[in-house]
């Protein structure tokens, strides 16, 4: 089992930046993939940004270059910087990770974007 708390979330305006934070209970670099998905009202939930052991990130073309996520080996976290915020960047934010045993996925959190 491998819970994920997700922190961070709020409402901010745009061009406004956030930090989610994602909170493993197992070593985040022993995962095979950890990630950040969101889901907005009436829309298919997307893949946001991921890593995986080796490789560059993965981000969605519609946030390559406003977000960044990393791993915090020190916090045991992983974080998603969130720049040049956009209303239609409100959603439900999970984070999610895939190990051997399958994929778990945090509560989410809300992030809204309105002026």
């Known amino acids: 089992q491998v819970q994920l708390v997700e922190s961070g979330g709020g409402l901010v305006k745009p061009g406004e930046s956030l930090r989610l934070s994602c909170a493993a209970s197992?070593?985040?670099?022993?995962?095979?993939?950890v990630g950040w998905y969101r889901q907005a009202p009436g829309k298919q939930r997307e893949l946001v940004a991921e890593?995986?052991?080796?490789?560059?990130?993965y981000y969605a073309d519609s946030v390559r270059g406003r977000f960044a996520i990393s791993r915090d080996a020190a916090e045991n976290t992983v974080p998603l910087q969130m720049n040049n915020l956009k209303p239609e960047d409100t959603a439900v934010y999970s984070c999610?990770?895939?190990?051997?045993?399958?994929?778990?996925w945090g509560q989410g959190i809300q992030v809204t974007i309105s002026s």
């Open positions: 197992v070593n985040i670099f022993s995962l095979l993939t």
């Open positions: 890593r995986n052991r080796t490789g560059s990130p």
């Open positions: 999610s990770a895939l190990t051997v045993g399958g994929r778990y």
